[in-house]
């Protein structure tokens, strides 16, 4: 796809679907997000059709546990902004406040919404996040440090790096601008998502991404906690297969799963 094109998705971002009534009437394969909340409740997402809609694309639809290994309620679409085309990838997180923060993929860039209380169906108004990976490259992939802030990585766009991130120290202070993580020594190279990502016992990232046509790993580190990134480097072979253990609350996206040891916070590709 050629930047112009790219310009033109990025433009279409939360595109919504008015026409749609609000029918759940056949779930999406292979797209149920589950997200582990601090109270010890599991949310659930899914993307279903809606035999209504006026564009054949899916809604994200959400439903919570009525309480630690409870019965789940009923299913409750999220809002009218429709997923895809060609990616249907969507993740979501517990942020510092409590609430869900849910990111879903429309026309090549993500949208963003958070639990409202006060808002329709009790989430904020759909907005475009600012990260849209190059077509073919994967998702969002959400990251909680130790501190309670989370990490937005995505592959970056044309022209933009490698890779992009953005940070939410805390849920009052937002999320911070697009940043790039800088570009890869080699000519020509695409990353996809970060296929691993952790925080190393001295509180600095670690991040390491499978290029998205060939079988070679790159891996940055931040030069200090909270800091700027170093280089990619080409990733050891050790370095692009971390220990695998429980996941960390509420990092959860489809496809990859989270993973995460005593010794220092993680996120692996399953």
Same mark, same amino acid.
């Given at each position: 796809?050629?930047?112009? +094109?790219?310009?033109?998705? #990025?433009? +279409?971002?939360?595109?919504?679907?008015?026409?749609?009534?609000?029918?759940?009437?056949?779930?999406?394969?292979?797209?149920?997000?589950?997200?582990?909340?601090?109270?010890?409740? =599991?949310?659930?997402?899914?993307?279903?059709?809606?035999?209504?809609?006026? &564009?054949?694309?899916?809604?994200?639809?959400? &439903? @919570? !546990?009525?309480?630690?290994?409870?019965?789940?309620?009923?299913?409750?679409?999220?809002?009218?902004?429709?997923?895809?085309?060609?990616?249907?990838?969507?993740?979501? =997180? @517990?942020?510092?406040?409590?609430?869900?923060?849910?990111?879903?993929?429309?026309?090549?860039?993500?949208?963003?919404?958070?639990?409202?209380?006060?808002?329709? /169906?009790?989430?904020? #108004?759909?907005? /475009?996040?600012?990260?849209?990976?190059? *077509?073919?490259?994967?998702?969002?992939?959400?990251?909680?440090?130790?501190?309670?802030? =989370?990490?937005?990585?995505?592959?970056?766009?044309?022209?933009?790096?490698?890779?992009?991130?953005?940070?939410? !120290?805390?849920? /009052?202070?937002? $999320?911070?601008?697009?940043?790039?993580?800088?570009?890869?020594?080699? +000519?020509?190279?695409?990353?996809?998502?970060?296929?691993?990502?952790? !925080?190393?016992?001295?509180?600095?990232?670690?991040?390491?991404?499978?290029?998205?046509?060939?079988?070679?790993?790159?891996? =940055?580190?931040?030069?200090?906690?909270?800091?700027?990134?170093?280089? $990619?480097? *080409?990733?050891?072979?050790? #370095? #692009?297969?971390?220990?695998?253990?429980?996941? *960390?609350?509420?990092?959860?996206?489809?496809?990859?799963?989270?993973?995460?040891?005593? +010794?220092?916070?993680?996120?692996?590709?399953?």
């Amino acid at each position: 796809m050629a930047p112009t +094109a790219v310009a033109q998705a #990025a433009s +279409a971002a939360c595109s919504t679907d008015t026409g749609a009534t609000g029918l759940a009437s056949s779930p999406v394969a292979d797209t149920l997000v589950s997200v582990a909340r601090a109270d010890g409740r =599991i949310a659930q997402f899914q993307l279903f059709y809606d035999a209504t809609a006026t &564009r054949g694309l899916p809604f994200v639809w959400h &439903r @919570e !546990q009525n309480g630690p290994g409870g019965a789940y309620g009923v299913w409750q679409r999220v809002s009218a902004a429709t997923v895809g085309p060609k990616s249907y990838a969507m993740t979501a =997180i @517990e942020n510092s406040a409590g609430k869900l923060e849910l990111l879903f993929s429309t026309y090549g860039s993500f949208c963003h919404t958070v639990e409202d209380d006060g808002g329709p /169906g009790g989430w904020s #108004a759909v907005d /475009g996040f600012g990260l849209a990976p190059t *077509p073919y490259h994967g998702g969002v992939v959400l990251f909680k440090e130790r501190d309670g802030s =989370i990490d937005a990585f995505a592959s970056g766009a044309y022209g933009a790096g490698s890779m992009e991130l953005r940070h939410q !120290q805390n849920a /009052g202070a937002g $999320w911070g601008p697009k940043q790039s993580m800088g570009q890869v020594p080699d +000519a020509g190279v695409g990353l996809s998502q970060p296929s691993t990502v952790e !925080q190393l016992p001295d509180g600095r990232l670690h991040v390491t991404a499978r290029e998205w046509n060939r079988d070679r790993t790159w891996e =940055i580190r931040q030069t200090a906690p909270g800091g700027n990134w170093g280089p $990619w480097q *080409p990733a050891a072979p050790a #370095a #692009a297969s971390p220990l695998r253990a429980a996941a *960390p609350a509420g990092a959860t996206a489809i496809g990859p799963r989270p993973k995460a040891d005593a +010794a220092q916070a993680s996120w692996t590709a399953a």
